[in-house]
């Protein structure tokens, strides 16, 4: 039996880190993001015995173990070990992974890929139990993906492993551990615009989201005053963000991604590097309205909105300040699963 599935990365507008447990646990957090189609995708397939082999083709790495329960997490693909002891399967299978998306490049793909692995699983368990009503819903297959991060030490929040479960453009509220995600219903003509004039920008600077938390975190949990109110303007932005896609109005959402990358250098000054700045100024010079960084920062991408029909001189003037272009569609479906005879 062969088992594959997809969950797509997200580009988060404004908002991020706001969804950590630190501010969300004494204050609303709030996000507003759109899944995009950089995938990560998954393949199981049943082999003999009890045995377990798990495979990053990204990442050139392999595990491997007699039983499930001998998997040890060391360090090397802990996440998908952790999917897989979660559902506490039996028999045999081979795991292989994938990601469209540049390791570190602050699009959520590691949540993507702990999604996508734990959607095939619970295929697999449904097919073997032979309960065809069985799947675990979509947040609670997103909701175990952050339980699975939390247990390992990893420090993020809750918004990427939404974003790849349901897919499209979404308004996400953080109260505590609950969850609001309201589906932004953005206009054919306005989408269209979006995908015209959006440019995403991967700087070439891997970087480990979870350094970058601990430290804005931490600023933030010791009452820095510019941090705490940094934080609140990012929320803040993340409403005013929904309601400019509602509208359709760009010119205000070009606007706002430059106000949120404003708040966020003020969240901790590793957040914006060298590169980063310059790769801005090359945008915003040749007609970029606004731009921001993507999830905590400190390198990964840099989303910019173009001015009308210039984001060709902001692809050209981005690629000379050594920026690379990722293409990308918005994605509308989240994760899907499906069998496969190949």
Request: hydrophobic share 40%.
């Amino acid at each position: 039996m062969v088992i594959r599935s997809r969950a797509p990365t997200r580009i988060d507008f404004a908002g991020g880190t706001t969804d950590l447990p630190s501010f969300r646990n004494q204050e609303t957090g709030a996000v507003a993001n759109a899944a995009v189609n950089r995938y990560a995708y998954c393949v199981l397939r049943e082999i003999e015995g009890n045995g377990v082999r798990i495979v990053s083709q990204d990442l050139g790495q392999f595990v491997e173990a007699e039983d499930i329960r001998e998997l040890e997490f060391d360090g090397n693909l802990d996440l998908l070990k952790a999917a897989v002891r979660a559902l506490d399967l039996t028999g045999g299978m081979e795991i292989t992974v994938r990601c469209d998306a540049p390791p570190g490049s602050g699009t959520g793909s590691s949540a993507s890929v702990g999604v996508a692995v734990l959607g095939l699983l619970d295929k697999l368990r449904q097919l073997r139990s032979g309960e065809r009503g069985a799947l675990m819903t979509r947040s609670e297959l997103a909701e175990l993906a952050c339980d699975l991060e939390h247990d390992l030490g990893i420090v993020g929040g809750k918004q990427d492993q939404y974003a790849a479960a349901v897919g499209g453009f979404s308004y996400m509220r953080f109260v505590g551990d609950l969850v609001s995600v309201e589906r932004i219903e953005v206009a054919p003509s306005t989408l269209a615009e979006l995908e015209k004039h959006l440019v995403l920008c991967y700087t070439g600077e891997s970087r480990l989201s979870g350094d970058t938390n601990t430290k804005m975190i931490t600023a933030y949990e010791t009452g820095d005053p510019t941090v705490v109110g940094a934080m609140q303007s990012v929320a803040r932005i993340a409403g005013d963000m929904c309601r400019a896609l509602l509208e359709g109005d760009l010119i205000w959402f070009g606007e706002l991604l430059a106000e949120e990358w404003q708040s966020r250098a003020q969240l901790h000054s590793e957040v914006v590097t060298p590169k980063m700045a310059q790769l801005r100024e090359a945008a915003t010079s040749a007609g970029a309205i606004g731009g921001k960084v993507c999830g905590a920062g400190g390198g990964g991408c840099i989303v910019f909105l173009a001015g009308p029909d210039s984001e060709g001189e902001v692809r050209a003037a981005i690629k000379g300040a050594g920026g690379h272009i990722l293409d990308f569609s918005f994605d509308h479906l989240g994760l899907q699963v499906w069998e496969s005879r190949a």
